[in-house]
C-alpha cells in the first residue's frame, strides 16, 4: 500500500474520532494476526465473530487506531456507523489515487476463469493486479483494491453476490472503467428471486462505473442479449453463434489439449488458441479479448495472453496421473457450468469410459429438484459413461438422465464419500477420465485426494 494518512481514512468513512490524525497508515487490517507497527485495523462483524471483541489486543499488536461502531476500553476508536461500509469506503479513497483501467467482471458462472484470462491478456501490456482466490465479495475485494501501487498499470476485479445491492457496494468502491458480465444463470435464485432479479443485481457493477466505461455482454445469453442500456454506453457484443456481434467466434476445433478458433474484429480474422477445453471457455477467451480491446491493447498481444493461459486450482482443471485423465472442477455448480463440465469431459480423449462424478448443486431454492434432472438430461446428451452422485439432491441427476434413455445400471447414488471412494477404486482403470464437479460445500476435491494417493 502505497502512503495514506489516517486523516484522509478519517474523511473518507466518515469518523469520529478524538486523537490526533496526523499519522500515517502503513496498512489496513481486518485480521489481528496481520497487524503489525503503523497498521489500521477495522473491526468487522460476522455471524460467528465480532472484531470489536479483538480491538484492544489490535493496539497491543501495533495498530495506530481501530475503527469501531462503538466505543471500545483499551483501544483509540475510530468510530463509524458500519465497519463494514468503511472498509468499502477506505478502498474507494485509495482506489481513486490510481489512474488506471480496471476492468470489473461479475456474471453467474465462468467470471473467475474469465478474470483469470483477462488478466493474462492484460499482463502482455501492463503489470496488472488481479482478484485472488475467492476474494470477491465486500471483503476480499476492497482487501485487493488496498493492495495496489504505483508499479500497478492496471487491474482485474472479480464482484460475486449473493443478495442485491452486493454487486453495487463493491462497484461503486473500485470504480471500474471496463465492465464485464458473463452470463446470467440460477446461482443464488432462492435469495433474487428469478433469473431477471439476478440480472438486475448484476447490471449493479454499473453503478460505479463512469458514463462511459463500456460494458461487455455475451449475446449467446438469453437475458444479457435483450438487456436495456441506458445513458448511450458503448455494449461491446461477443459471440460463438452470432455473426453481428463486435467479437465473434468461428472454425472451433477441439483436440486433447485446447481448442483452436477464428476471432473475428473490425473485419479481421485472427487465429486463436486457449490451452483448455469447452465452448464456454471460447466464450470467456472472447470477453477476455474485449477486455484486451478496450484497454488499447494490440490484437497480437491479445492473442498471445490468451495462448498464456492455464487453468489451475479446482476450475476445470485437467490433470493426467497413474494412466488417467481427472476434471477437478470442485469450487462451485450450477446447471450451466455443469453442462460446460460436461462437454469438456466428452471432449477428452480416452481408451477407457467417461466417470461424471456430480455432487449437489446449491443455492437454487424450490426448483433445485427440477435444475438437477435438467442436468441429469445433460448427462445423457453427453459422451459420460458413468454416472455417479453426491448428496441429498443429486439422486435427481440420475432421474433426468434415465428418463432421457440413460443406462440406470451405469449409474450409482452415494450417502458417504467413503463409499464413493471405494467404488472409484475397485473401477476405475488405465485409460479412463474421471470428472469431479459440484458445488463447493459438496467437497468432492476430497475424493479426488483419497483416490489419487490410494
Known amino acids: 500500500m502505497e502512503k495514506l494518512m489516517l486523516s484522509e481514512i478519517i474523511q473518507a468513512v466518515r469518523g469520529s474520532y478524538g486523537f490526533p490524525a496526523d499519522v500515517e497508515v502503513k496498512d489496513i487490517s481486518t485480521d489481528t494476526r496481520t497487524i503489525t507497527e503503523g497498521s489500521l485495523f477495522i473491526a468487522l462483524k460476522g455471524a460467528n465473530f465480532d472484531g470489536h471483541d479483538f480491538a484492544a489486543q489490535a493496539m497491543e499488536l501495533g495498530a495506530i487506531a481501530v475503527v469501531t461502531e462503538r466505543p471500545v476500553d483499551g483501544a483509540r476508536c475510530l468510530i463509524v456507523d458500519s465497519t463494514a461500509q468503511a472498509l468499502l469506503d477506505a478502498a474507494s479513497y485509495y482506489r481513486s489515487k490510481f489512474d488506471i483501467p480496471l476492468v470489473g467482471i461479475t456474471g453467474s458462472v465462468g467470471k473467475t476463469t474469465t478474470k483469470e484470462m483477462i488478466y493474462s491478456v492484460l499482463s502482455r501490456s501492463f503489470k496488472t493486479l488481479k482478484t485472488e482466490a475467492n476474494h470477491n465479495n465486500e471483503v476480499g475485494m476492497p482487501k485487493t483494491l488496498l493492495e495496489l501501487d504505483d508499479s500497478h498499470q492496471a487491474a482485474v476485479i472479480e464482484m460475486g453476490m449473493n443478495h442485491k445491492g452486493e454487486i453495487s457496494r463493491m462497484s461503486t468502491s473500485c470504480k471500474p472503467t471496463i465492465c464485464v458480465i458473463t452470463n446470467i444463470g440460477v446461482s443464488h435464485i432462492e435469495n433474487l428471486g428469478s433469473q431477471e432479479g439476478i440480472l438486475k443485481a448484476k447490471m449493479e457493477i454499473l453503478d460505479g462505473a463512469s458514463a462511459d466505461a463500456p460494458l461487455i455482454l455475451c449475446r449467446d445469453d438469453r437475458l444479457l442479449a435483450k438487456a436495456e442500456i441506458y445513458g448511450g454506453r458503448k455494449v461491446w457484443y461477443y459471440s460463438v453463434s452470432k455473426k453481428d456481434c463486435d467479437v465473434y467466434a468461428s472454425d472451433i476445433a477441439a483436440d486433447s489439449k485446447g481448442i483452436s478458433f477464428t476471432i473475428h474484429y473490425n473485419r479481421e480474422k485472427l ?184
Do not use: W
Not at 388 to 416: M, V
Not at 426 to 448: C, H, I, P, Q, T
Open 271 to 454: 487465429n486463436a488458441r486457449i490451452n483448455c477445453l469447452g465452448e464456454h471457455n471460447v466464450k470467456n477467451a472472447l470477453a477476455a479479448f474485449c477486455a484486451g480491446a478496450a484497454a488499447g491493447m494490440e490484437n497480437e498481444d491479445i492473442i498471445a495472453g490468451l495462448a498464456d493461459f492455464r487453468p489451475e486450482g479446482m476450475r476445470q482443471n485437467i490433470i493426467s496421473e497413474n494412466g488417467m485423465t481427472y476434471v477437478l472442477d470442485c469450487y462451485n455448480a450450477a446447471p450451466d457450468s455443469m453442462k460446460a463440465s460436461l462437454s469438456v469431459l466428452s471432449q477428452i480423449s480416452v481408451r477407457g469410459r467417461r466417470f461424471a462424478v456430480l455432487g449437489d448443486m446449491l443455492e437454487l431454492g424450490k426448483g433445485a429438484a427440477r435444475y438437477h434432472r435438467t442436468v441429469g438430461e445433460y448427462v445423457k446428451a453427453s459422451k459420460t459413461d458413468v454416472l455417479l452422485c453426491f448428496g441429498k439432491n443429486s439422486a435427481y441427476y440420475i432421474e433426468g438422465a434415465c428418463d432421457k434413455g440413460f443406462d440406470r445400471e451405469n449409474t450409482a447414488h452415494f450417502e458417504t464419500y467413503e463409499e464413493l471412494v471405494e467404488y472409484l477404486k475397485a473401477n476405475l482403470k488405465e485409460g479412463d477420465a474421471v470428472l469431479f464437479k459440484g458445488s463447493r460445500g459438496m467437497k468432492l476435491e476430497e475424493v479426488y485426494e483419497a483416490i489419487k494417493q490410494a
